[in-house]
């Protein structure tokens, strides 16, 4: 497994169009180049992460990583992967395309500064049923926007966001994320999967349940694509078993991430996230000063 460049495809886009980078880190494992591509990044008030935290417990938290006090609002990046192995073309997710907020959609921009089609995707592979992750498959006019593409969804996943139940036991805070999922589902053909399953072939599924029933991650090689199952680089390293509360179920949601965490620094796996910083593939040390575990990103 190597690390290759850092690269920079910024060209034809005029500055400040688009302020992160757009393909972070390029990631080759055995026969397969996993490339990290911007979405963009959502904004985030601290409180969704943080909250029930004691005013000592945020304080140290925030001194490490440098962050501010408990107004302040996070603006985590989003990056897609895009895995080809000569064969295939895969995207891990679809981004949130142009209905979700300002600060994302930006996939189309990525595709075009790395000079790729949406006709060349051949699969999209979804983690989880969130805006940011599925809402990007359709354009403005309800079309999808890969259309020679397979897409797959992990079984538990697909049943909780096409239930018409979900809509009622959701709650309303994410009523709008159920019907904008089974909206988009429902105009698309999904092949579902389950735990172990290889939607693509080298793609293992590893099913990885609590921010979302059934969010699943996948082992690529000697790397985890893990969706947002380690979804923050803040609070979810330093302290694994602290129940989040932008995850659906929150205990449930901590016992997968520590378990993740354990078998990550087992087999000196690379991971890779949805939302941690610089370019989101790196490497899981142990932390210090308090913290369990660090990410050091590759990409610097």
């Known amino acids: ?87 295939n073309t895969v995207l891990f997710d679809a981004g949130a395309g142009p209905a979700y907020i300002p600060s994302t959609g930006r996939l189309s921009e990525t595709l075009d500064a790395l000079g790729l089609s949406p006709e060349a995707i051949t699969h999209v592979v979804f983690t989880h049923g969130h805006p940011d992750h599925l809402w990007g498959v359709l354009d403005d006019f309800g079309e999808p926007v890969f259309p020679n593409a397979v897409h797959l ?37 999904v092949e579902t999967f389950g735990d172990g ?8 599924a590893v099913a990885t349940p609590g921010h979302t029933p059934g969010h699943m991650a996948f082992r690529v090689g000697a790397a985890l694509v893990a969706g947002d199952s380690i979804a923050n680089h803040h609070v979810v390293f330093d302290r694994p078993d602290w129940p989040l509360p932008m995850d659906h179920d929150p205990a449930r949601a901590a016992t997968t991430r520590t378990a993740l965490f354990d078998t990550i620094a087992a087999e000196d796996l690379m991971l890779v996230g949805f ?8 490497r899981v040390v142990p932390g210090a000063d308090g913290a369990r575990w660090r990410f050091v990103p590759e990409a610097g």
Do not use: K, Y
């Open 197 to 204: 399953d290889e939607p693509v072939p080298g793609v293992v």
């Open 1 to 87: 497994m190597r690390i290759t460049r850092r690269l920079m495809l910024a060209g034809g886009i005029a500055a400040g169009a688009l302020p992160r980078r757009l393909l972070a880190t390029t990631l080759v494992t055995g026969d397969i180049r996993l490339d990290t591509l911007s979405d963009g990044h959502v904004v985030q008030p601290v409180s969704f992460v943080f909250d029930g935290m004691t005013e000592a417990e945020f304080a140290a938290i925030a001194a490490r990583h440098g962050l501010g006090g408990l107004q302040a609002d996070l603006t985590p990046p989003c990056n897609l992967t895009l895995l080809r192995d000569g064969t």
């Open 275 to 282: 939302h941690l910083p610089g370019g989101g593939i790196g």
């Open 153 to 189: 969804m992990g079984e538990a996943e697909h049943a909780f966001w096409t239930d018409p139940a979900t809509l009622e036991t959701i709650g309303p805070a994410r009523q709008a994320h159920a019907a904008g999922a089974a909206r988009r589902l429902a105009a698309l053909t």
